[in-house]
């Protein structure tokens, strides 16, 4: 294991809140926010997914102590989805509860398809409640997409739009990177159009071009949305985005379980592979 672990840590701030807040300080002194994700998922004990929330709750705290430019994310899965879905919308309300207090933002994480409509379900129902507090992420990929952007954008939620992470069937998901992109693009364009400021989070610079594009074509300026990237990722292209002035947000994981990111970071797609070793060989 100390070989991935290794590896890891490039994608990785830290294993504690602690090891990583010089890093999200250094972001943000160069006019980067970013979002925090406590690394877990796919729990089957309450006593874990508790001490998710005690944990989720702590960060946002400290947050707010620290004046750091950070939200958080999470995934449902590690608040409880998989044990009951009642006791997990409780954890997930309690959550907010302390976002509202520390006027902060929840990113509600997409994970793999068998989930997805459960945690829309949530995401509706906490969105009815706490309003600007909490958001939503989409996956391009996902044929159901469609209409789910389609809801989204009526609603009028705050949507992170990515190409999507997880290994899909085909009657399910697109397969080839081509239709992927047309499905961001058009997901894109609808997000600009419809809702105040949509999250566009991808590596593909063919897509940040084409966003920048399309935004500056239909006279949308740069405060109206946010390209988002993974910690580790491209940091010299965040920095000069944030240096032209656009709105720039890094996803930050840190934590113990960071094993199963790690290798959804590398399977994800066989282009990812080689854009991570060739940053590393850049480093």
Not at 20 to 26: G, L
Not at 91 to 113: K, P, Q, W, Y
Not at 147 to 162: H, K, N, T, Y
Not at 192 to 216: C, G, M, S
Request: hydrophobic share 40%; charged share 30%; proline share 3%.
């Amino acid at each position: 294991m100390k070989l991935p672990y290794f590896l890891a840590k490039r994608f990785v701030a830290g294993e504690t809140f602690e090891a990583a807040v010089p890093k999200i300080m250094e972001l943000n002194n160069k006019g980067i926010k970013t979002t925090l994700d406590l690394l877990g998922e796919q729990v089957t004990e309450r006593k874990s997914a508790d001490q998710a929330l005690q944990d989720y709750r702590i960060v946002l705290k400290k947050i707010e102590e620290q004046r750091l430019r950070s939200n958080i994310s999470v995934k449902l899965s590690m608040m409880g989805l998989n044990i009951n879905k009642d006791y997990c919308r409780d954890n997930l309300f309690a959550l907010l509860d302390t976002a509202r207090e520390t006027d902060n933002f929840v990113r509600i994480d997409m994970e793999g398809s068998v989930l997805t409509q459960p945690i829309l379900d949530l995401f509706k129902e906490a969105y009815k409640i706490y309003g600007r507090h909490v958001g939503i992420v989409i996956q391009a990929y996902l044929h159901r997409s469609k209409d789910d952007i389609a809801r989204l954008a009526e609603m009028g939620a705050d949507v992170r739009l990515c190409k999507g992470a997880y290994h899909e069937p085909e009657r399910v998901a697109l397969q080839h990177m081509p239709a992927i992109r047309d499905a961001f693009k058009e997901y894109a364009a609808i997000l600009l159009q419809k809702t105040t400021f949509p999250r566009i989070a991808t590596h593909d610079e063919e897509l940040v071009e084409w966003v920048k594009n399309y935004a500056a074509a239909n006279k949308i300026g740069k405060a109206r949305y946010e390209f988002q990237m993974l910690y580790g990722l491209r940091q010299n292209t965040c920095e000069d985005l944030a240096a032209q002035g656009y709105n720039v947000r890094i996803y930050v994981p840190f934590g113990t379980r960071w094993l199963p990111y790690f290798t959804r970071r590398i399977k994800e797609r066989k282009e990812n592979v080689w854009f991570i070793l060739s940053t590393m060989l850049k480093r």
